[in-house]
């Protein structure tokens, strides 16, 4: 498919073959400047209208932050099952997605709306970037430092809340951390990062290994923040269908133990950023961005992934 035309062309600066986080294509005559578009919509992962609009909101942004860009424009696409779910439900859906797009300076023009058997939500995002300034998942380099800038531990809070099993408190923190824009993260990765990506379905593990293929490296991962209760949660047997199959894609490259593999392929919404930085750069990023933390550091082990 990659080699069709359609998927080729001299000005296109980041296309799928490297499974990045958004497109990059670099605008003729505009003095070294280039659009990143990316997607994002999903069906409800809680229950409040608002809480999904603004996570919805959010997640789409997020593509656009991780390649180093700024979002400026929005297209909003909705599914709604009109005879089902009354219309102002899905009023306040927008309503809520619209007011995180604002705080984030991006433009909603316009979008698209279908009947549809259940109510999906989400939205079309359009960025802009200096070509200096563009920062893909494939230039991690050996000796690179790797920081997380949100806990995980989303698809399994989610999942037992579907249950009924998930404590308020816990599902209010998720809901907090899913809403929460990583706009400060994706501006700091003009500081020198090396390479960078959202973490959202594929799970850590997931998207790591596509910085890691992407690049030609390896990994290494010590302690990596969690969700206070979600290991509980697991251990109850909330998982994720989504986050079972990263486990079965990505087991055999990891070596570590199997629960902690398990929490590492958990399937996000809205996650936080994944960043390679040179050593010399990591405390200036960390105080850059509140809730940062160091995670691993990038080996020469092509493609293999070690929990230390």
Same mark, same amino acid.
């Given at each position: 498919?990659?080699?069709?035309?359609?998927?080729?062309?001299?000005?296109?600066?980041?296309?799928?073959?490297?499974?990045?986080?958004?497109?990059?294509?670099?605008?003729?005559?505009?003095?070294?400047?280039?659009?990143?578009?990316?997607?994002?919509?999903?069906?409800?992962?809680?229950?409040?209208?608002?809480?999904?609009?603004?996570?919805?909101?959010?997640?789409?942004?997020?593509?656009?932050?991780?390649?180093?860009?700024?979002?400026?424009?929005?297209?909003?696409?909705?599914?709604?099952?009109?005879?089902?779910?009354?219309?102002?439900?899905?009023?306040?859906?927008?309503?809520?997605?619209?007011?995180?797009?604002?705080?984030?300076?991006?433009?909603?023009?316009?979008?698209?709306?279908?009947?549809?058997?259940?109510?999906?939500?989400?939205?079309?995002?359009?960025?802009?970037?200096?070509?200096?300034?563009?920062?893909?998942?494939?230039?991690?380099?050996?000796?690179?430092?790797?920081?997380?800038?949100?806990?995980?531990?989303?698809?399994?809070?989610?999942?037992?809340?579907?249950?009924?099993?998930?404590?308020?408190?816990?599902?209010?923190?998720?809901?907090?951390?899913?809403?929460?824009?990583?706009?400060?993260?994706?501006?700091? +990765?003009?500081?020198?990062?090396?390479?960078?990506?959202?973490? %959202?379905?594929? #799970? @850590? $593990?997931?998207? /790591?290994? =596509?910085? !890691?293929?992407?690049?030609?490296?390896?990994?290494?991962?010590?302690?990596?923040?969690?969700?206070?209760?979600?290991?509980?949660?697991?251990?109850?047997?909330?998982?994720?269908?989504?986050?079972?199959?990263?486990?079965?894609?990505?087991?055999?490259?990891?070596?570590?133990? +199997?629960?902690?593999?398990?929490?590492?392929?958990?399937?996000? %919404?809205?996650? #936080? @950023? $994944?960043?390679? /930085?040179? =050593?010399? !750069?990591?405390?200036?990023?960390?105080?850059?961005?509140?809730?940062?933390?160091?995670?691993?550091?990038?080996?020469?082990?092509?493609?293999?992934?070690?929990?230390?």
């Amino acid at each position: 498919m990659v080699t069709h035309p359609a998927f080729s062309h001299p000005d296109l600066v980041v296309g799928v073959g490297t499974s990045d986080d958004a497109g990059v294509y670099a605008l003729p005559g505009s003095d070294g400047r280039a659009l990143v578009q990316s997607v994002d919509y999903f069906t409800p992962i809680v229950d409040d209208p608002g809480d999904w609009g603004r996570i919805a909101a959010a997640n789409a942004l997020s593509d656009i932050y991780a390649m180093g860009a700024s979002p400026i424009t929005a297209l909003q696409l909705l599914g709604w099952p009109r005879g089902k779910i009354p219309f102002s439900v899905a009023s306040e859906v927008m309503a809520a997605g619209a007011d995180t797009m604002a705080a984030a300076g991006c433009v909603v023009v316009g979008g698209h709306s279908i009947d549809a058997g259940e109510p999906t939500f989400g939205y079309a995002v359009t960025g802009v970037v200096s070509l200096d300034g563009v920062v893909t998942n494939a230039g991690a380099q050996v000796g690179d430092q790797l920081v997380l800038t949100k806990p995980l531990g989303t698809g399994i809070v989610t999942t037992a809340h579907k249950a009924g099993a998930c404590p308020p408190h816990l599902l209010a923190e998720a809901v907090g951390i899913m809403s929460e824009l990583n706009r400060p993260a994706g501006e700091a +990765l003009g500081l020198g990062a090396h390479a960078a990506t959202d973490v %959202t379905g594929f #799970g @850590l $593990l997931g998207h /790591l290994a =596509e910085m !890691l293929d992407a690049s030609g490296v390896g990994a290494e991962l010590g302690e990596v923040p969690i969700l206070d209760g979600v290991a509980e949660l697991l251990d109850a047997g909330y998982y994720p269908g989504g986050s079972n199959r990263n486990l079965e894609a990505i087991r055999s490259r990891v070596e570590g133990d +199997l629960d902690r593999v398990r929490l590492l392929s958990d399937a996000q %919404t809205s996650g #936080g @950023l $994944l960043v390679a /930085l040179p =050593e010399e !750069l990591v405390d200036l990023y960390l105080e850059s961005v509140d809730g940062a933390v160091r995670v691993g550091r990038v080996t020469a082990d092509h493609g293999r992934i070690s929990l230390l």
